[in-house]
């Protein structure tokens, strides 16, 4: 299952982070790496933007960003 398919309010683990380069190391300097609990809070209007909490710390990604993420629900 990917990030972006989650619902509000829901739990994941994360299982693998398909990024190359610049988003990888991004993603990874965030905490977004395999095995972080993730939690997604909210969504923006057409969601568009993911807002989710990593380990503590609140990110936004975009939509596109969040298809390259893949989750295991809690």
Do not use: C, H, Y
């Not at 982070?17 to 939690?39: C, E």
């Not at 909490?53 to 609140?58: K, R």
């Not at 596109?64 to 989750?71: D, G, K, R, Y």
């Amino acid at each position: 299952m990917k990030l972006s398919e989650l619902k509000k309010q829901e739990e994941a683990i994360v299982k693998k982070v398909n990024a190359t380069g610049d988003l990888k190391q991004r993603l990874a300097s965030f905490g977004l790496l395999k095995g972080a609990n993730i939690k997604v809070i909210d969504f923006a209007l057409g969601k568009s933007t993911i807002e989710i909490m990593v380990d503590g710390t609140l990110l936004a990604l975009r939509k596109s960003e969040a298809e390259n993420i893949e989750v295991e629900p809690k």
